[in-house]
């Protein structure tokens, strides 16, 4: 079986930071993408960056320049950096994961329970 948890929201007044983490942990063979996504009350989940194995990564307009995202491979681990942030961007942020659970197994995407950030202006 494979977990992926999330960690490092609350509750912090605009321009603030905060840094998400996400561990995956149990039967994994390898990691492809990994993704944070976020999801506003009465709005669709949306992609907020995602980063290749090799660290190539992708951002969503409303966060360049002020997030970062990250990954630690030898601990199976995504970080989210967020800078300067903004009231609009309180969601629940949650944590994918493209992962593979042996070598000739086929990739399935898991996601985490989420975490909640709160920008308060």
């Known amino acids: 079986q494979v977990q992926v948890v999330e960690s490092g929201g609350g509750l912090v007044q605009a321009g603030g930071s905060l840094r998400l983490s996400c561990a995956a942990s149990?039967?994994?063979?390898?990691?492809?993408?990994m993704g944070w996504y976020r999801q506003a009350p009465g709005k669709q989940r949306e992609l907020v960056a995602t980063?290749?194995?090799?660290?190539?990564?992708n951002y969503a307009d409303s966060v360049k320049g002020r997030f970062t995202i990250s990954r630690d491979n030898a601990k199976n681990t995504l970080y989210l950096q967020m800078n300067s942030l903004k009231p609009e961007d309180t969601a629940v942020y949650y944590c994918?994961?493209?992962?593979?659970?042996?070598?000739?197994?086929?990739?399935?995407?898991?996601w985490g329970q989420g975490t909640q950030v709160t920008v308060s202006s």
């Open positions: 994918n994961a493209a992962i593979k659970t042996s070598g000739f197994g086929t990739i399935y995407d898991y």
């Open positions: 149990g039967r994994i063979f390898s990691i492809n993408d």
């Open positions: 980063i290749t194995s090799g660290g190539s990564t």
